[in-house]
């Protein structure tokens, strides 16, 4: 730019024959710099653009940095983790080989307190059942009150309702007690 604006005034001289090129040579000399300024613009632009490539580059090789550093983290924890366990696997069969008592879980005592979770559960759920089952069956005697008071016979209306739906067990009894 600064090579343009000295073409352009001429040196900085005020004449009017100086803001002209007066020879050839000044006008080839002029053209040169022209083209070297172009060159330069190009060449800067270039570079412009090379560098944020190498920066976009270098920003994903530091993303993938990370991500290797915090997976070989991850391995080192787990390697950890597995050395502990033979560790301690080592020592119980060590102590195995000199008839020494390992620690095992006792398996009844497990087995009894499945059962009381269980019998706790099922409790919990029987309850749950019956209180459903309550409220239904005030459900079925409003219902059953306000037919009444319109004139319908719930008997009739409830009959054969049910029916389908009894259990299963009590049903093999009823056929054994046939035969």
């Known amino acids: 730019m600064l090579a343009e604006e000295l073409l352009r005034t001429g040196g900085g001289t005020t004449t009017d024959t100086s803001q002209k090129p007066s020879s050839g040579r000044e006008r080839v000399q002029i053209e040169a710099l022209r083209q070297e300024l172009e060159g330069a613009k190009r060449q800067i632009g270039a570079l412009k653009s090379e560098k944020s490539q190498i920066e976009a580059e270098a920003n994903n090789q530091r993303n993938l940095s990370v991500k290797l550093e915090s997976d070989l983290k991850s391995l080192s924890e787990a390697y950890n983790s597995i050395e502990q366990a033979n560790y301690r696997l080592d020592a119980e069969v060590k102590a195995l080989r000199q008839g020494g008592s390992v620690p095992y879980p006792d398996v009844e005592a497990i087995k009894v307190q499945a059962k009381e ?63």
């Open 117 to 179: 979770e269980a019998e706790k559960d099922s409790e919990a759920e029987l309850n749950d059942l019956l209180v459903y089952l309550g409220q239904e069956q005030t459900k079925v005697e409003k219902l059953s009150t306000r037919l009444t008071e319109l004139g319908e016979d719930v008997d009739t209306l409830l009959q054969g309702i049910g029916d389908d739906t009894a259990i299963p067990d009590d049903d093999d009894e009823d056929e054994d007690d046939e035969e």
